[in-house]
């Protein structure tokens, strides 16, 4: 993953890449750096102290030169090499006056690290990216300027990569490069920018731009100049960025994922609002799949990863059975690589928060090289996902930082069933009045909500009591099911304790054998279709001495003879109840998390936006 930034023409580029670099942690916290340039100089300092990387980085800064006004920086999510401050980006060629920061992984790294010692260069890390620098080093000695140095030396090079190189020969210039990875640039009058997303510099400039694959970007203080690999002028295509100060800080809470959950009810209400015209059809951002084609569409797909698999999971069970349509929902790393068939009437619908998961977009790609439509759904505005997609679905949120994803969710799921609700509504499979009374009830969401949000108390009592359990299994059956994968995702990306979801149904074919005094079972029974079926299945657990965790809806008096610890939540259409379900679990995680100790908007090894494969 890692995250980039560069700043060239400003007096505070020191500063603007030290906060950037604050800010963009989530996506990678393993080591941080920075490099400056002025003429005939390049001036370096790395750090590699986990989720305080950039703190240690700041203190290492005190020592940087004054009044220099172009660098760049760096925040890394190890791939290749240890997170070691040797491994810590920028890298430098072997005169240490080029320095280059990477984001993604050159595949072709060894090939090419071998002939580059054959020619005499030294290498002072393990990572794939520094042959970029040594590269560049002997396209420069070869009388390229650095534009034409860069763009020369991506020719030889297979993967992904959002990279930016400086040279102290060339100190008022940054040079750009994109493929696969994001990038984007901006500007404001007198400064240029460059970054791999934009809440790094959101703040900083007026107008921002997308940096497509295979172009190479030339920032100089007055603007910036693109071309192609084989040196043409190129024009990058303007974004919309709609983030606010506000949006992009703590506000009051202890941490960015408690700030998160609390802000679900609104993340649900600005998602949901003005969906409907007057004469009862739904309206979407930017749609350019006709209603008559999506008349036509057979096959469902979802393609999606981690928490957005889940919510891509809930709108199966809702697109097949408002719209019978038939629904599969795939993982986005497996289905690219699987050769999947795509008839004609196949609708791809690929769900990211940050609509800059690599594994997602290139199964999207991949979809419409073969002929689908595709449909991207996320958070933000003019992410790759959304740029490369026929029509776009946003998820109004807000700009989601803590690593675990919560309110991404919950708005993902209330999208999605908007969509099932249209294609219902195009394909005539539901009344209208029917229709009328999914929307209203999906709009009412948001309230229960609210008031599961109130009963925080009662989690964190009940997480106290089971803070010591080491091992959990997460039931649920119906949508249900999701909701416990999601659930279980939680517990474990955030407390590192071993959580596992399953299909109730399933618990007695085969994992019913680790169940044993000391295990934790939480089950979601909200759903009164399948109310007894998920107490039997409890019932099991509990003559084999797990203790159960049951999130139920209010008004459940049965649940309180089985469950050993009860979480309350308002009844809701049980195709909408994940949306509510999740949340305690979400606290109960959260919770478990800060007991013992845990960094919960950094979890260990994690990032935010996963750009590599
Ligand atoms: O940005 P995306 O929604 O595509 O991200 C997908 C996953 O990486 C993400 O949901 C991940 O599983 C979260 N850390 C879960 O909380």
């Not at 030290?18 to 393993?30: F, K, P, Q, T, V």
């Not at 999208?415 to 009344?431: C, S, Y």
């Amino acid at each position: 993953m890692c995250g980039i930034i560069g700043v060239v023409g400003s007096t505070s580029t020191l500063d603007i890449l030290l906060e950037g670099l604050a800010r963009l942690e989530y996506r990678g916290y393993d080591s941080a750096g920075v490099a400056l340039v002025r003429q005939g100089e390049t001036w370096r300092a790395r750090t590699a102290n986990g989720t305080e990387s950039v703190q240690a980085l700041v203190r290492a800064c005190a020592q940087a030169p004054t009044g220099v006004t172009t660098g760049i920086g760096h925040t890394r999510w190890a791939t290749h090499g240890a997170p070691e401050v040797m491994n810590a980006h920028p890298h430098l060629d072997c005169s240490g006056r080029i320095a280059i920061i990477h984001n993604g992984i050159i595949e072709n790294h060894l090939a090419l690290k071998e002939d580059l010692l054959a020619r005499g260069h030294t290498f002072t890390s393990v990572t794939d990216s520094e042959v970029l620098a040594h590269q560049i080093e002997e396209l420069r000695a070869a009388g390229n300027d650095l534009i034409n140095a860069v763009r020369l030396s991506l020719a030889s090079v297979r993967g992904a990569f959002s990279l930016a190189v400086v040279d102290a020969l060339e100190p008022n210039t940054i040079v750009a490069a994109r493929r696969v990875s994001p990038l984007i640039v901006a500007t404001t009058p007198g400064a240029t920018y460059l970054a791999s997303d934009i809440p790094a510099i959101f703040d900083r400039a007026t107008s921002f731009y997308g940096v497509d694959d295979d172009q190479v970007v030339q920032l100089t203080p007055d603007g910036f100049h693109a071309v192609d690999l084989e040196g043409t002028s190129v024009q990058l295509t303007p974004l919309t960025v709609n983030f606010d100060l506000e949006t992009a800080q703590k506000d009051g809470h202890d941490d960015f994922m408690a700030k998160e959950i609390a802000e679900q009810p609104q993340a649900l209400r600005a998602t949901l609002m003005d969906r409907r015209r007057g004469d009862g059809s739904f309206t979407f951002d930017e749609m350019h799949v006709s209603d008559e084609e999506l008349k036509e569409v057979r096959r469902v797909v979802l393609v999606a990863a981690g928490t957005s698999y889940h919510a891509a999971l809930v709108a199966k069970y809702a697109i097949e059975k408002w719209a019978r349509l038939s629904v599969d929902v795939e993982i986005s790393s497996e289905y690219r690589y699987r050769d999947p068939v795509i008839e004609i009437g196949t609708l791809v619908i690929g769900v990211s928060q940050s609509g800059e998961t690599i594994d997602t977009i290139q199964a999207c790609r991949e979809a419409k090289l073969r002929g689908a439509r595709v449909i991207g759904i996320c958070n933000i505005v003019d992410a790759s996902l959304a740029r490369e997609s026929d029509a776009v679905l946003y998820t109004r949120a807000g700009l989601e930082v803590s690593v675990a994803s919560t309110k991404a969710f919950v708005a993902q799921v209330a999208v999605l069933e908007l969509l099932a609700l249209h294609l219902a509504q195009l394909r005539g499979t539901m009344d209208s009045a029917v229709i009328d009374d999914r929307f209203t009830e999906l709009t009412e969401v948001a309230d229960h909500v609210a008031t599961v949000l109130s009963r925080s108390e009662r989690v964190s009592l009940v997480a106290n009591e089971l803070r010591d359990t080491r091992d959990f299994f997460y039931l649920g059956r119906n949508v249900g099911f999701p909701t416990a994968l999601e659930g279980a995702l939680k517990l474990k990306e955030l407390t590192y304790l071993h959580a596992e979801g399953y299909a109730a149904g399933e618990l007695k074919h085969g994992p019913l054998a680790l169940i044993e005094p000391g295990v934790v079972v939480v089950a979601v029974v909200t759903d009164p279709n399948l109310h007894e079926k998920i107490l039997s299945n409890l019932a099991e657990v509990k003559a084999r001495g797990a203790s159960v965790v049951a999130i139920a809806a209010d008004g459940d008096e049965i649940i309180d003879a089985i469950a050993d610890y009860v979480l309350r939540v308002p009844a809701t259409n049980p195709l909408m109840a994940p949306i509510v379900d999740i949340v305690p679990l979400q606290q109960f995680a959260y919770a478990m998390a800060r007991g013992l100790g845990r960094n919960v908007d950094r979890p260990r090894n994690l990032a935010k936006t996963v750009t590599v494969e």
